[in-house]
């Protein structure tokens, strides 16, 4: 097993920033972590301000990693005391490769206090406020809304995997926690799609490359699951939206 080395060599090498606490979120905590597909998804909660020294300093952390089986895969969120209260607020992120921007959202939040892997520190419950019901339900539908069905309408991102996957799993999660109120795995979500009615040719795909041994697509494949997945998901993110919008 390559993971617990990285992660092991991410904290030691994170300590000389006095984090706080170094949590794990999404499959690798939730129990669903298959490794060299899934992403290892992290938040860190520095002590003190960000600074432009600070960012030098984790920029040339992270690419000291790079030459680390799947170290491609591991993202990071960085939060301090003074920001990870605000939902909204956009926080300096690795991930692909790169420094970015991204807020750590409601969902990612109730992760971390539903099933958060704490690997240094303190645990989510002493730093983190509560996610309220109805803050995780406007996100979700938000999500669903403003992010989503948009997307759908473009038509050359749904040939690649990961919009597939991300799109059609995106929606069973937000259908389970806008209908039951919890979070659910990619595999749990996976069965719900079927329930759900999506397209069955898609979901095997899904699952054949996410816990079998994937084959490699021809183009004409993915042309056909492209538009079995954006005639599926388009109406269901309607009626989702109407439902609970």
Same mark, same amino acid.
């Given at each position: ?76 969120? !960085? ?120 397209? +069955? ?24 699951? +492209?538009?079995?997945?954006?005639? !599926? ?10 439902? !609970?919008?």
């Amino acid at each position: 097993m390559t993971t617990t080395p990285l992660l092991d060599g991410f904290q030691h090498a994170l300590l000389p920033l006095r984090p706080r606490a170094l949590w794990a979120h999404g499959s690798l905590a939730g129990g669903d972590y298959q490794e060299g597909r899934s992403d290892l998804d992290l938040i860190a909660v520095l002590p003190g301000p960000v600074t432009p020294g600070t960012v030098r300093r984790l920029v040339g952390l992270h690419r000291r990693l790079r030459r680390e089986p799947l170290a491609a895969k591991l993202h990071c969120t !960085y939060l301090t005391p003074a920001t990870l209260h605000d939902v909204d607020r956009s926080h300096l992120t690795w991930a692909h490769g790169r420094v970015m921007r991204r807020p750590v959202t409601p969902v990612t939040r109730r992760e971390l206090h539903a099933f958060g892997r704490v690997l240094y520190g303190e645990t989510p419950a002493a730093l983190l406020p509560p996610v309220p019901d109805r803050q995780l339900a406007d996100f979700v539908v938000r999500d669903q809304r403003d992010f989503w069905r948009p997307a759908v309408d473009r038509a050359r991102l749904w040939r690649q995997d990961v919009w597939v996957d991300l799109g059609l799993l995106t929606l069973a999660r937000a259908t389970v926690t806008l209908r039951d109120g919890r979070l659910v795995s990619k595999r749990e979500a996976l069965t719900e799609l079927a329930a759900l009615g999506a397209p +069955a040719e898609v979901v095997e795909d899904i699952t054949r490359r996410r816990y079998g041994i994937p084959e490699p697509a021809s183009t004409a494949w993915l042309t056909r699951r +492209a538009e079995l997945t954006r005639a !599926y998901l388009g109406p269901a993110i309607d009626a989702l939206v109407a439902a !609970y919008g």
